[in-house]
């Protein structure tokens, strides 16, 4: 009789707590906008237990196998096939016969190859948004039952909506570029009859997470800069199009109650599926945000010009900026964004640039401050090395070797006891047989220029190992490079050691007409010890290639010559010689485009001293009359 008594106990309290207690929502009364959003965040939040009702208590990652288990979960399938097996809207077939189904707590993941192998959990917010932290791991409502596979094929990738998938899963979930409109990125589509249940999870995370949002987190493509949006427009939009399109089922009522009782909190638009509209839809902010400021250009080209500012702030958020080219407007950008690169500019062409910020209301800012930029004439420069970063391997090569561990290392002792790659194949006394590759890392294009030039610095100690200079056509960046056909670059033969010994000696190539490659090709500094060489220690820096441009000859009203030299310049001073007398203008650009100086001079014959500037690749513009040419300058 006890027994009895104690379970008629059990399923009382469990049916009191079936559905939101009276009066659960009375704090959100008459609220709209964000103000209804900080109200209901409070009633489903951790720490609310001023109404005297549960509060979300966190439950641990464990326990979620048992909640799905229960029997009016809404995880366990009693609404299509009514089979009680686990219930995954991944693989749900809700008008034919499910290809497999799960048992509770039978096949857990663990390991999977298919689709089908076993069940897990699936994060609709994913875990990599906020790092994997509780209670956000752990909450019920945005913590589903799913296919294995199919939740690894889902991923990180936001929800969106896909027409050419590059993945179906069995049940007809897609994954694929994004048709919706405010995002191109890779979504993953779950099928019409789920999509209102994950986006009131979803939505539900935005509420109930407000004062947890981190600008740590992960954006994912859908975080928004604040915690009051929480996600970005156009995902909002998605959610509230899913959520009016598959209204709350009766699946859903059974999960809210069941999650009622597992963790003591509710998901609010499943009770009241007017809040979602009420929050989102009818904020009154009528405050626009402010205007970016400091705009600048990062980086001019001749083509090109990388836009950077800082960020506007808003009342409640910026949601995206327009950049506005020649006061007509070119692309939009998220607010998660503070840069823009415009291509497709002309070479020499002045432009204008001011950039608005947008917030979710739609207010607009006023401009920032118009920027005027002027692209850099047409660039000779097909690839300029100096090594200076091998240390972290951030270079134009790549290091490829094929038969043993030795490779291009780092070195001090390049030209001027600079940064430069070496190779030496002798080692503790012995001779290492080794077949290394220093090969560019893209395929420079001949096709665009002619005339074209080339410059390095070499040196070499001991031994009679050679350094072939080659490029190749065929090489595909991938596998032995030796697999490849590669052809010797004309007019180049680096010598020998000439005598062998420790002796220092070095060679520069110097504008050498390396004209007859054509095509898109490979260069590559090739080191082979196979053929019982004597080890010798090659060092190789200042790689340049120049040429001039195809169609590029511009006829000057008073053709505007000038001679540049020593380039590169292994000192500080540079020599001008003019072809013509009167006042000329010299700018000097570091590679980011930023004008570093200006100075004027009369004279045919001139001498600048740089010595303030660091070694590296700059762009000197010669301006003289109406006419003006610029050239790039490498101080050594």
């Given at each position: 009789m006890k027994y009895y008594l104690l379970l008629l106990l059990f399923f009382a309290l469990n049916f009191s707590f079936a559905q939101a207690p009276e009066n659960y929502y009375n704090s959100a009364e008459g609220l709209l906008g964000y103000e209804l959003k900080t109200a209901l965040k409070t009633i489903i939040d951790d720490v609310n237990d001023h109404t005297g009702q549960p509060y979300h208590q966190d439950q641990g990652y464990g326990a979620l196998y048992t909640a799905y288990d229960s029997q009016n979960s809404g995880d366990t399938d009693h609404y299509f096939e009514n089979d009680g097996t686990v219930l995954d809207m991944y693989s749900e077939r809700v008008n034919s016969i499910d290809s497999y189904t799960y048992d509770h707590f039978q096949n857990q993941c663990g390991t999977y190859l298919n689709e089908g192998d076993c069940y897990n959990r699936e994060h609709l917010v994913p875990q990599s948004t906020f790092n994997s932290a509780s209670p956000m791991k752990n909450d019920y409502f945005h913590v589903v039952p799913s296919d294995g596979y199919v939740n690894g094929v889902r991923g990180s990738y936001p929800f969106g909506e896909v027409s050419d998938p590059d993945y179906t899963s069995d049940n007809g979930s897609k994954r694929g570029p994004n048709t919706f409109s405010g995002y191109t990125g890779t979504v993953f589509e779950p099928i019409d009859e789920f999509k209102g249940d994950i986006a009131r999870s979803v939505l539900y995370f935005a509420i109930r997470y407000e004062d947890e949002f981190?600008?740590?987190?992960?954006?994912?493509?859908?975080?928004?800069?604040?915690?009051?949006?929480?996600?970005?427009?156009?995902?909002?939009?998605?959610?509230?199009?899913?959520?009016?399109?598959?209204?709350?089922?009766?699946?859903?009522?059974?999960?809210?109650?069941?999650?009622?009782?597992?963790?003591?909190?509710?998901?609010?638009?499943?009770?009241?599926?007017?809040?979602?509209?009420?929050?989102?839809?009818?904020?009154?902010?009528?405050?626009?945000?402010?205007?970016?400021?400091?705009?600048?250009?990062?980086?001019?080209?001749?083509?090109?010009?990388?836009?950077?500012?800082?960020?506007?702030?808003?009342?409640?958020?910026?949601?995206?900026?327009?950049?506005?080219?020649?006061?007509?407007?070119?692309?939009?950008?998220?607010?998660?964004?503070?840069?823009?690169?415009?291509?497709?500019?002309?070479?020499?062409?002045?432009?204008?640039?001011?950039?608005?910020?947008?917030?979710?209301?739609?207010?607009?800012?006023?401009?920032?401050?118009?920027?005027?930029?002027?692209?850099?004439?047409?660039?000779?420069?097909?690839?300029?090395?100096?090594?200076?970063?091998?240390?972290?391997?951030?270079?134009?090569?790549?290091?490829?070797r094929e038969i043993s561990d030795i490779t291009w290392e780092c070195t001090s002792f390049g030209e001027n006891d600079s940064q430069a790659y070496q190779i030496n194949a002798y080692r503790d006394g012995n001779q290492v047989p080794s077949l290394d590759w220093l090969i560019t890392t893209d395929k420079i294009n001949f096709d665009n220029y002619e005339v074209e030039r080339l410059n390095f610095w070499t040196s070499a100690s001991f031994g009679n190992t050679r350094l072939e200079l080659l490029y190749s056509s065929t090489y595909d960046g991938n596998g032995n490079p030796s697999d490849f056909e590669w052809n010797q670059i004309p007019n180049i033969s680096i010598p020998l050691h000439p005598t062998g010994n420790s002796s220092l000696f070095t060679f520069e190539a110097n504008t050498v007409d390396i004209s007859a490659v054509s095509g898109q090709v490979y260069i590559a500094f090739k080191y082979d010890t196979t053929q019982g060489e004597n080890a010798t220690r090659w060092t190789v820096d200042n790689f340049l290639v120049t040429g001039e441009q195809l169609l590029s000859n511009y006829s000057f009203k008073d053709k505007l010559d000038v001679q540049l030299y020593p380039n590169p310049s292994k000192k500080s001073k540079v020599h001008f010689d003019f072809n013509k007398a009167g006042l000329k203008t010299i700018e000097v650009y570091d590679i980011t485009g930023r004008k570093l100086l200006t100075t004027r001079t009369h004279q045919k014959k001139y001498i600048e001293n740089l010595n303030q500037l660091s070694k590296g690749s700059y762009f000197i513009k010669i301006i003289q009359d109406d006419n003006f040419v610029v050239k790039r300058l490498i101080l050594n």
């Open positions: 981190d600008s740590s987190w992960k954006s994912n493509g859908v975080l928004a800069g604040n915690p009051k949006d929480f996600f970005l427009g156009w995902y909002i939009d998605l959610l509230l199009s899913w959520h009016s399109n598959d209204p709350v089922s009766q699946r859903e009522i059974d999960r809210n109650n069941n999650g009622f009782q597992f963790q003591g909190n509710r998901n609010p638009l499943i009770d009241h599926p007017e809040f979602a509209s009420q929050i989102w839809e009818n904020s009154s902010d009528n405050q626009a945000p402010t205007a970016p400021l400091n705009l600048q250009a990062d980086v001019i080209t001749d083509s090109s010009v990388k836009l950077i500012w800082e960020p506007a702030q808003d009342n409640i958020g910026v949601d995206e900026y327009i950049i506005e080219q020649d006061n007509v407007t070119i692309q939009q950008v998220l607010s998660t964004n503070t840069s823009y690169t415009v291509t497709g500019l002309s070479s020499e062409i002045l432009y204008n640039f001011r950039v608005y910020a947008v917030d979710r209301s739609g207010n607009i800012s006023e401009p920032g401050e118009t920027l005027e930029v002027t692209t850099l004439a047409e660039s000779n420069l097909l690839i300029f090395e100096d090594f200076e970063n091998c240390n972290t391997n951030q270079t134009d090569f790549t290091k490829v």
